[in-house]
Antibody
């Protein structure tokens, strides 16, 4: 059974850096790719970035200047950093697994972390 | 970016109804289209991938068709547990964009 467990700070001040980590339990870490997605009432579901086990990345251009996604394959973990946050970054953040061999569909999600940016 | 447009944004239906939700891509995405169901307070769950393949464990009353730019999710004989929000998601290219969602209400 595959499980994704994520953690990180939920309350940030403007200009701070959001930092989240996701641990993957079960399944193959190398046969899939790893994603951060956020959800807000204003923007709906928004794909942030993805990475594979070797560190190959793709970023949403709208966030690219502020985002870093990284992977620690030895621990089956991946992380997200989003710098210079503003109120517009307030959202529910999910880590997720994408299937490389199956239309890149997302088949497992973390429990979500509500991140609020407020002074 | 590829823009995904779902219609309708919401619909009202009754148990036993057949429901269809459409998703249109702003450019051709082949069959790189997936459908998700989300219930309040929960993460989305994969229903259909590659436009028409049912994810393991998903009831057969869910089906998907389409290719290119136009796709449809159909729910046959709507059940009480199907009242939720449904999203399409293109994975043809990055950024991998989502539709705005369709809320299925009683």
């Amino acid at each position: 059974q595959v499980q994704l467990h994520q953690w990180g700070a939920g309350l940030l001040k403007p200009s701070e850096t959001l930092s989240l980590t996701c641990a993957v339990y079960g399944g193959s870490f190398s046969d899939n790719y790893w994603i951060w997605i956020r959800q807000s009432p204003e923007k709906g579901l928004e794909w942030i970035a993805e990475i594979d086990h070797s560190g190959s990345t793709n970023y949403n251009p709208s966030l690219m200047r502020r985002v870093i996604i990284s992977v620690d394959s030895s621990r089956n973990q991946f992380s997200l950093k989003l710098s210079s946050v503003t109120a517009a970054d307030t959202a529910l953040y999910y880590c997720a697994r994408g299937m490389l061999s199956v239309a890149f569909a997302v088949d497992y999600w973390g429990q979500g972390t509500l991140v609020t940016v407020s002074s | 970016d590829i823009h995904m447009t779902q219609s309708p944004s919401s619909l009202s239906a009754s148990v036993g109804d057949r429901v269809a939700i459409t998703c249109r891509a702003s450019e051709s995405i082949g069959n790189y289209l997936n459908w998700y169901q989300q219930k309040p307070g929960k993460a989305p769950e994969l229903l259909i991938y590659a436009a028409s393949t049912l994810q393991s464990g998903v009831p057969s009353r869910f089906s998907g068709v389409g290719s290119g730019t136009d796709f449809t999710l159909t729910i046959n004989s709507l059940q009480p547990e199907d009242f939720a929000t449904y999203y399409c998601h293109q994975t043809y290219s990055t950024p991998r964009t989502f539709g705005q969602g369709t809320k299925v209400e009683i």
